[in-house]
C-alpha cells in the first residue's frame, strides 16, 4: 500500500491546502488572508509545513485590530460556541441545544463530565467496558443511535474551545480541553467501548485533539503533566488506527481516507510541539 499511501497523503495535503482556513477555522479566509499567514507570497498553502504553520498561527493572528475588524461577527459565533461548549450543551446531526452531563458522576472543581456513551434523544446509555471488537447491534440499547455518542466523541467543539483560547487568551476555554481530555480517556480506555467501534471516527477524534492542543500549547493550563497525558494519548490513539486501518473493503471511500488524514495530523503535531521520536 506504500505507493497508494504516498498518493493519498499527496491529494490530503492538496485538499487541506486549498480549504485548511475555511474547514479547520470556518472563516471564509480569503487567498489574501492566507498570505499573510504564511508570509511567503504564495495564494495557496503548498505544503505539509505550510499548513501546519497556519495551524499554529490558528485563526491568523488573532490579537491583531484587522483581525477584530474584518471578522467581527465570525468571532463572537466562535466564542459563543465556545461558550456552549463550556456548559456541555451541543446541537448534535440537528438534534437541538442537548445538554449532555453524565449524573452518575460527581461534579469536580465545577466539571460535569460528559456522557460520552449517551443517546441524548431517547436517553439510552450504550454500554461500557467491552472490547470494541466484541461490538454487535444486538448489545444497542432499544432504539438509540450510535451515531450519536460518536458524533459528540469526535470532539469536534474543542477546536471551536481552542480558538476561543487564541482569541481570548480566556483560561477557561484551554482547561475545558483539558478536563475534558482526561473526562474522556477515564471513561473510555483505549480501545474500549462504543467510542472506537469506528476507526473513521477515533480518526476525525485524533486530528480535531492534535488541532485543539496546537492551539492552546501556549496555555499555563496545558503544561507538566496534562500536556504529558495529551500527547502520550495521541501516541496512543495513532497506534490504534494504524492497527485498524479502514482498507480491507472493496470500497474504503471515506473511512480509509479518514484514517490517513488522522495519522497525518498526529504526525504534524507531533513534529509540531518536538516530541521525540520513540516513546
Known amino acids: 500500500y506504500s505507493r497508494r499511501y504516498a498518493e493519498t497523503i499527496k491529494h490530503v495535503e492538496d485538499v487541506l491546502g486549498r480549504h485548511i482556513a475555511r474547514s479547520a477555522f470556518g472563516i471564509g479566509a480569503a487567498p489574501e488572508t492566507r498570505r499573510r499567514a504564511i508570509g511567503d507570497g504564495h495564494s495557496t498553502l503548498q505544503t505539509s509545513q505550510d499548513i501546519r504553520e497556519c495551524l499554529a498561527i490558528g485563526i491568523v493572528e488573532v490579537h491583531s485590530q484587522a483581525f477584530d475588524r474584518d471578522h467581527v461577527t465570525s468571532r463572537a459565533r466562535i ?75 469526535r470532539c469536534q467543539h474543542w477546536v471551536t474551545l481552542g480558538q476561543a483560547y487564541r482569541l481570548t487568551r480566556d483560561e477557561r476555554y484551554a482547561m475545558e480541553i483539558v478536563r475534558q481530555h482526561g473526562d474522556f480517556v477515564a471513561v473510555n480506555p483505549m480501545g474500549i467501548g462504543v467510542q472506537f467501534v469506528c476507526t473513521m471516527d477515533v480518526a476525525i477524534r485524533a486530528y480535531n485533539w492534535a488541532i485543539a492542543f496546537d492551539l492552546i500549547r501556549e496555555s499555563s493550563s496545558f503544561k507538566g503533566e496534562a500536556a504529558a497525558r495529551a500527547y502520550r494519548s495521541l501516541f496512543e490513539v495513532g497506534q490504534f488506527i494504524i492497527a485498524h486501518l479502514e482498507n480491507t473493503y472493496e470500497v474504503t471511500s471515506n473511512h480509509f481516507l479518514s484514517n490517513v488524514v488522522g495519522l497525518w495530523f498526529l504526525g504534524e503535531e507531533h513534529k509540531a510541539a518536538k516530541l521525540p521520536q520513540k516513546t
Open 79 to 153: 466564542v459563543d460556541d465556545a461558550d456552549r461548549a463550556l456548559r456541555h450543551e451541543f446541537d448534535l446531526l440537528g438534534s437541538g441545544p442537548k445538554t449532555i452531563v453524565d449524573a452518575t458522576r460527581p461534579v469536580v472543581d465545577g466539571y460535569r463530565p460528559i456522557d460520552w456513551n449517551v443517546d441524548p434523544i431517547l436517553g439510552l446509555q450504550f454500554p461500557t467496558g467491552f472490547p470494541h471488537k466484541t461490538w454487535n447491534p444486538t448489545m444497542r440499547p432499544g432504539l438509540a443511535d450510535i451515531k450519536w455518542p460518536w458524533e459528540i466523541g
